[in-house]
């Protein structure tokens, strides 16, 4: 009888155990599959619509706009050539149309407007003085309708100089307000805040059109800020200790008008309101790091539920800002001078996409290219995915490895994005070896835009593997010493024995500027070893007496911290130019990564600048690194589409030495009259390339000279391991 | 006669469904197992052995014995297989060795005994990590045993960059080792009949030869899989290296999983996978031969 217990309890035990692993397989299998509204994409230029002749010259700045159903506004304000402050506001249809001024202010002082947009697309503007105290001023306020016409402009001498932060127009007239704290503490002892509302009755008689009433707010809670909803009520954000519970108050008539809203967004650090459109109450952007796009939420009246509308980034934009929500489902949402829509679509007619996994470009230039060409390519999207994120500094590749990690493990699941964009370099060897990256020189070949000539001479060279192209940089910046001529002689390139006899001739100088620490030297080594020390056709290393002189030398030079700690301590009077200048050291390092930045070099120097390279057996010790370099992968469906982006990239503006000719030669033209542009372009021509960063070679390097400026062991003896262990890495890689 | 069959039939038609029930219900639970011994062991396996044959893992093209032919070409594998090779063949025999003479020495009646077991299978607690933190502060180069070399007036050595390197990583391995090895050892030695080593007593048999041809052969399979088991544990002493020294030892602590791991590291899927397998099958074959001498060298004694 136990036995038959035990056996049932066995078998009760077998069942449920099957029956919940079927469970747990089957479910997560299943999954979640919720249908997704795809977006489709659409801009519309909201730049500055007047001629300049029209406007009397000055810059204009876009300082205010408002999304409503079918208008966009625009508030500008600008100092014309006659110091006149002018005040401008547009009016754009939706989708394109004639934009139309609605009214414009010149004065002397420079007004400042509140404005506000209400329910039947009524422009309010009410006219406050901000330059500072004029007993002449008026404040005004004016209503302009759908039409364009000024249907109401009221001077309001009753209400003085009221400053306010908030202005809630609804068809009875139009309230102020302006939020303030208090130090008094209430009952409970707590700080108590209020603000400040004023109601004005539009074509009331003067003594009676205003009236202004301070309001407690909820009992010890702060108000963070407030605005106007479409149906004339307040809505104002107050501050709570939670982070990620939300609370608005409505308000209608300086009262509260119902319950607080609470709502919870987690890990919510940025929230931005806009008034809302159709069953959305408000709408709110929300941001958690930035690292994270933004996302649009907004509060459904009819579920009373705050809601993701969308997250633009999916759709090819990362940017917020003023935003509606039309009837048609429509988004549109105002970017500094454009306005982009995101149309509801099916996904069959939403933008085809391609992905890109890249490493360092989040926030850059080569992000920005990536939007520049989605917002001029309705079809095709790019959609970057930068592993660096992941990072917990999310800023070195040699930081930490969790997100070359990741791109590994997918690289190497044969999970490939359409294309790799890695700031320090693709490793392409790795890569091409797999078969996982495309050949670019027959879509070089076959365009009609740019070919192998286009290029500056020696860089699609020095980028080749075997023959082939995996990956063209974007950008490039040269790694050089500089030395004052006057002090050093005409020499043009550095040696080790040469800098040793310099410096020996030269015992009152320092051997280098303040700026050139350790750090800089050992990166410079770094970078030059691959270039000198390691034959990656046959694996033999041969870091040798060159090498250890050189990290003697960098012992010699403060670290990064100390440099820090001097200048914390107000002991750096002179940066390394300054140094060089006035001849109290004889080298500076120096990364140039554009033509215009020679003309700091020039101001300083004159044409007594020697650009001679770090010291190299070589007798070259100037470095080229190849920055934001691309690659199209195997798993590309749309490789065509994909060398168009690349195209746009390579033609378009870079932070660094451009790659393309055209832009070089541009860039070259541009900056000269600057002595050193031809001694630059013929370093760039002559000097090494680093097409990439092998971090592990780096570690090993950073590791080795770490212990010997520690002390931990000799010049020797870290060259002697850097060897042994570097050896052993390129061995295993050929 | 016939009354007795039918009782056979029976007892044999009642026995069926229990039986298949029971069936049903080991296979209930063994299905669990076998799943994941599927999905983690045998898939994967299948795919490396998938990958070790083909040229990427985007193309598919095979490729055949290509990836083993660079692999043996490849400098640093030799470099690693040769490490690997030098280490086992160090560490195993000390391993078993000594832990069979400790077994034995444990077995005498000696004063505080029980401690001394105790601090024998004490490093089998400690994580790896922190085992890996003692070892850096005993053997740096300016760590304890060369404090107490200098005391002794003598020259301090960089025991992990110079060729005592391997010795360290011995050591290590045969501290962290020995006790389990040991433990293993006694319950074995416990389990030897006191009779039949009584009865090569009275026939005149020596400690040692009663050792050497009576307890030796009883000790035979726990000797075996002592082997066995150090074996794999050798072939893990990469996490300690690892720990003590990165990705890039010196030449000589350049181990097999240091190849793997690095292959790994640089997208190599190939290379990786070839080295896989061929360490597989050189296990297996080393495996097969140990089980096989297991069974012919311990046969009479279980007879």
Redesign the interface.
């Given at each position: 009888m136990n036995r038959m217990k035990k056996?049932h309890t066995?078998?009760t035990?077998?069942?449920v155990?099957?029956l919940t692993?079927a469970a747990g397989l089957f479910g997560g299998c299943g999954g979640d599959a919720a249908a997704r509204d795809h977006y489709r994409l659409a801009w519309q230029d909201l730049s500055y619509p007047l001629a300049d002749g029209a406007t009397d010259g000055g810059e204009k700045s876009l300082c205010d706009s408002f999304v409503s159903e079918n208008f966009v506004y625009t508030a500008y304000q600008y100092l014309t050539g006659v110091d006149l402050h002018v005040f401008e506001f547009f009016r754009y249809p939706i989708g394109g149309g004639d934009p139309v001024l609605l009214y414009r202010e010149e004065s002397d002082v420079g007004n400042s407007f509140a404005a506000a947009v209400d329910g039947e697309d009524n422009l309010w503007l009410y006219r406050q003085y901000s330059a500072g105290w004029d007993p002449q001023f008026v404040p005004l306020l004016i209503r302009i309708d759908a039409k364009g016409d000024i249907t109401l402009s009221e001077e309001l001498p009753s209400v003085g100089n009221l400053w306010i932060t908030g202005l809630f127009p609804d068809e009875n007239g139009v309230a102020f307000y302006r939020s303030e704290w208090s130090e008094a503490l209430n009952a409970e002892q707590m700080t108590r805040y209020y603000f400040s509302y004023a109601a004005y009755q539009a074509g009331a008689a003067a003594d009676e059109a205003l009236t202004e009433t301070p309001v407690d707010s909820l009992s010890g809670v702060q108000i963070l800020d407030g605005f106007s909803l479409h149906d004339g009520r307040m809505l104002m954000r107050v501050g709570t200790h939670d982070i990620d519970r939300q609370t608005v108050q409505l308000y209608r008539d300086g009262a509260p008008d119902g319950d607080a809203i609470t709502f919870t967004i987690e890990n919510a650090s940025q929230l931005n309101y806009y008034p809302g459109s159709g069953r959305y109450l408000f709408f709110v952007w929300v941001s958690t790091d930035w690292k994270t796009p933004e996302r649009l939420y907004g509060y459904n009246t009819q579920t009373e539920q705050i809601e993701k509308i969308v997250c633009p980034l999916d759709w090819g934009v990362p940017f917020s800002g003023p935003v509606t929500v039309r009837e048609n489902g429509e988004i549109v949402c105002v970017d500094k001078d454009d306005l982009y829509r995101l149309t509801p679509c099916t996904a069959q007619d939403a933008a085809a996409v391609l992905t890109m996994g890249a490493y360092n470009v989040w926030g850059g230039p080569i992000a920005q290219r990536v939007y520049d060409f989605n917002k001029t390519s309705p079809d095709l999207h790019i959609r970057i995915t930068d592993y660096s994120l992941l990072e917990e500094d999310g800023v070195s590749l040699f930081a930490g490895n969790e997100g070359m990690l990741k791109l590994?493990t997918m690289?190497?699941?044969?999970d490939?994005p359409d294309m790799l964009c890695l700031a320090e370099g693709i490793?392409t060897a790795?890569?091409a070896?797999?078969?996982?990256l495309v050949d670019l020189y027959p879509y070089l070949d076959a365009d009609d835009q740019l070919g192998r000539d286009s290029f500056v001479e020696g860089i699609l060279e020095k980028q080749e593997t075997d023959g082939k192209l995996y990956q063209i940089a974007s950008g490039f910046s040269l790694s050089t010493l500089m030395a004052k001529r006057q002090t050093v002689g005409g020499i043009d390139h550095l040696t080790m024995d040469g800098f040793q006899e310099l410096t020996a001739a030269h015992p009152d100088q320092k051997p280098f500027s303040v700026e050139t620490t350790r750090d800089a030297l050992v990166n410079y080594f770094s970078g030059s070893c691959f270039v000198d020390c390691v034959n990656w056709e046959t694996?033999v290393c041969s870091f040798g007496a060159d090498v250890t002189e050189l990290l003697k030398l960098a012992k010699t030079l403060p670290s990064m911290e100390q440099v820090l700690q001097m200048s914390y301590e107000g002991k750096i009077t002179k940066g390394g130019m300054e140094e060089l200048r006035d001849g109290d050291c004889l080298f500076m390092a120096g990364e140039i990564d554009s033509f215009q930045s020679l003309q700091v070099f020039y101001e300083q120097l004159g044409d007594d600048l020697l650009f001679v390279g770090f010291p190299s057996a070589s007798q070259n010790g100037n470095l080229l690194h190849l920055e934001n370099s691309f690659a199209i992968t195997?798993?590309c469906a749309d490789r065509q589409a994909a060398w168009e982006f690349l195209r746009s990239v390579f033609c378009g503006p870079t932070n660094w030495f451009p790659t393309t000719r055209a832009l070089f030669e541009q860039a070259k033209a541009d900056a000269a009259g600057n002595p050193y542009t031809e001694q630059i372009a013929e370093l760039i021509r002559n000097a090494k390339p680093i097409t990439t960063y092998d971090p592990?070679i780096v570690q090993?390097i950073q590791?080795e000279t770490d212990a010997f400026f520690k002390g931990?062991?000799s010049a020797e003896?870290a060259v002697a391991?850097i060897q042994?262990?570097?050896s052993?890495?390129v061995?295993?890689?050929? | 006669m016939m009354h007795t069959r039918t009782r056979e039939k029976e007892v044999d038609t009642a026995k069926r469904p229990r039986l298949s029930r029971d069936r049903l219900a080991a296979y209930a639970l063994l299905w669990p197992s076998l799943l994941g011994v599927a999905l983690f062991f045998v898939v994967p396996f299948g795919v490396i052995l998938y990958y070790s044959v083909t040229d990427s893992v985007f193309s598919g093209n095979f490729v055949f014995w290509d990836n083993f032919a660079a692999l043996i070409q490849n400098k640093a594998f030799g470099i690693a297989v040769v490490n690997t090779l030098e280490f086992t063949g160090m560490a195993v025999p000390l391993a078993v060795g000594l832990s069979l003479l400790l077994a034995l020495a444990l077995e005498a009646r000696i004063p505080g005994k029980s401690k001394f077991r105790t601090v024998f299978l004490s490093p089998i607690m400690v994580p790896v990590a922190s085992i890996v933190l003692v070892w850096q502060i005993l053997f740096h180069q300016n760590g304890s045993v060369n404090q107490l070399l200098g005391w002794l007036g003598l020259q301090g050595v960089d025991w992990l960059r110079s060729g005592w390197d391997k010795v360290v990583i011995v050591l290590l391995f045969l501290w962290k080792n020995l006790g389990y090895n040991m433990v293993l050892f006694m319950a074995a030695l416990s389990n030897i009949p006191s009779e039949v080593v009584e009865a090569a007593y009275i026939d005149g048999a020596g400690k040692w030869r009663a050792f050497w041809y009576v307890r030796l052969r009883y000790l035979l399979p726990t000797v075996l899989f002592v082997i066995i088991l150090s074996l794999a544990n050798s072939f893990k002493v990469f996490r300690e290296i690892y720990l003590l020294s990165g990705s890039y030892p010196g030449n000589s602590l350049y181990m097999l999983q240091h190849f793997m791991n690095n292959m790994f590291r640089s997208l190599n899927l190939q290379m990786l996978c070839a080295a896989a397998v061929l360490m597989a099958v050189v296990l297996g074959v080393v495996l097969a031969i140990l089980l096989v001498l297991e069974r012919r060298l311990g046969k009479d004694v279980e007879e």
């Open positions: 056996m066995v078998k035990i077998a069942l155990l099957t692993l590994s690289l190497m699941s044969g490939l490793p790795s890569l070896r797999q078969g996982a694996g195997t798993a592990q090993i590791t931990k062991q003896d391991a042994e262990r570097t052993l890495y061995q295993e890689q050929i | -």
